[in-house]
């Protein structure tokens, strides 16, 4: 069956970085767009970084130039770098995966869910 695990969050103080992966199993990882999401208690799950199959990467304003989406298809993993964290970064972050191939940050529609990795940032 289809498996996303991300691992690699923690705890960290602002201003630090953390890298977070997500490997996948169970269908045809280059040929859905993948992305990062993140929520915090109380409020919607929002659109952190996506890149689809042809490498074009979208990300939300709020993390534009701090973080970077990446994904190796021979590891069929996907890869969150996350430097200059702030307080704010503080959420679960959860990988997804959209058959849309060309799907962005805005438009993704996932078809599948990781479990999620939290993610505190502490000022």
């Known amino acids: 069956q289809v498996q996303l695990v991300e691992s690699g969050g923690g705890s960290v103080q602002a201003g630090g970085s953390l890298r977070l992966s997500c490997a996948a199993s169970?269908?045809?990882?280059?040929?859905?767009?993948m992305g990062w999401f993140r929520q915090t208690p109380g409020k919607e799950r929002e659109g952190v970084a996506s890149?689809?199959?042809?490498?074009?990467?979208s990300y939300a304003d709020s993390v534009k130039g701090r973080f970077t989406i990446s994904r190796d298809n021979a590891k069929k993993t996907l890869y969150l770098q996350m430097n200059s964290l702030k307080p704010e970064d503080t959420a679960m972050y959860y990988c997804?995966?959209?058959?849309?191939?060309?799907?962005?940050?805005?438009?993704?529609?996932?078809?599948?869910w990781g479990q999620g990795t939290r993610v505190t940032v502490s000022s």
């Open positions: 890149i689809a199959t042809d490498g074009t990467t």
């Open positions: 169970g269908y045809t990882y280059s040929r859905y767009c």
């Open positions: 997804a995966a959209d058959a849309w191939e060309l799907g962005t940050i805005a438009t993704m529609s996932p078809d599948y």
